[in-house]
């Protein structure tokens, strides 16, 4: 029961901005199926389970940012923080060609439990630090696999994703990015939309103004990579909200 749903780093630096790590691990809890969802560990270290290298970076630009952040510290996979409560891909049971033999027959008893015990103390906790600054941003840090199973290469490093409800951030980003030479997707490799995700949660319902960074995560795999991007983006992403205006 003292197993962490998340944990918070710099939660009194003075930075509007609040950065977010919704798949920050792998880890599965020792009461979800003994701490095993009964995938091979190769798979549990790829990115079905979690966004690989995001941790590291989300954590050096929340220092660079002078801001506070927050981690989940539960896989993806065990229950997807990044997904609304009533969204059916909450216990996912099929992920790029990998079947998770620990959803298979999870029943509702089991979904609510999960969420009582991970999904939902991680949004209080978000929902407390989003509340901690009267000009909030949230900026989401993700990253993304360079090649799904049986897809094309993914040529972008960088993905800037938003909601057509609120383009204030995301769609000068993009230019901004474009502009340092980053090869830069514009609400690629996904769609910036998704209702009741946590950018909708607690940025689009509160008027926040809002990003969300999609980084390739070949290029993040080390502390240097975390380092050397956290460096790049940290300037670009401050300018642009500066320029902003908001």
Not at 113 to 126: E, K, S, V
Request: glycine share 8%; charged share 25%; with cysteine.
């Amino acid at each position: 029961m003292t197993e962490r749903a998340f944990w918070i780093e710099g939660e009194d630096r003075p930075s509007r901005w609040l950065i977010t790590c919704d798949h920050a691990t792998n880890r599965v809890p020792a009461w979800v199926g003994g701490g095993d969802l009964g995938i091979a560990p190769e798979d549990m270290a790829r990115h079905i389970a979690y966004d690989v290298g995001a941790a590291g970076l989300a954590s050096k630009l929340a220092v660079l940012m002078d801001a506070p952040a927050i981690f989940s510290d539960f896989s993806r996979l065990v229950i997807d923080p990044n997904r609304g409560e009533d969204d059916p891909t909450l216990l996912m049971r099929l992920y790029d060609g990998t079947v998770i033999p620990a959803n298979k027959n999870a029943d509702a008893a089991e979904r609510e439990r999960r969420l009582n015990r991970l999904h939902r103390p991680y949004h209080t906790a978000l929902a407390r630090l989003a509340d901690g600054h009267p000009d909030r941003c949230i900026c989401a840090i993700h990253s993304f696999t360079p090649q799904l199973r049986g897809r094309p290469r993914r040529p972008w490093q960088v993905g800037i994703l938003y909601s057509y409800r609120d383009v204030r951030l995301g769609a000068p980003l993009v230019q901004a990015c474009r502009q340092m030479g980053w090869i830069t997707g514009e609400n690629q490799p996904y769609d910036g939309h998704l209702e009741g995700d946590s950018i909708d949660r607690h940025a689009l319902r509160h008027a926040r103004p809002n990003i969300l960074v999609e980084v390739r995560n070949d290029l993040i795999t080390d502390k240097a990579g975390q380092a050397e991007w956290a460096a790049r983006l940290a300037p670009v992403i401050a300018g642009t909200l500066a320029a902003s205006g908001l």
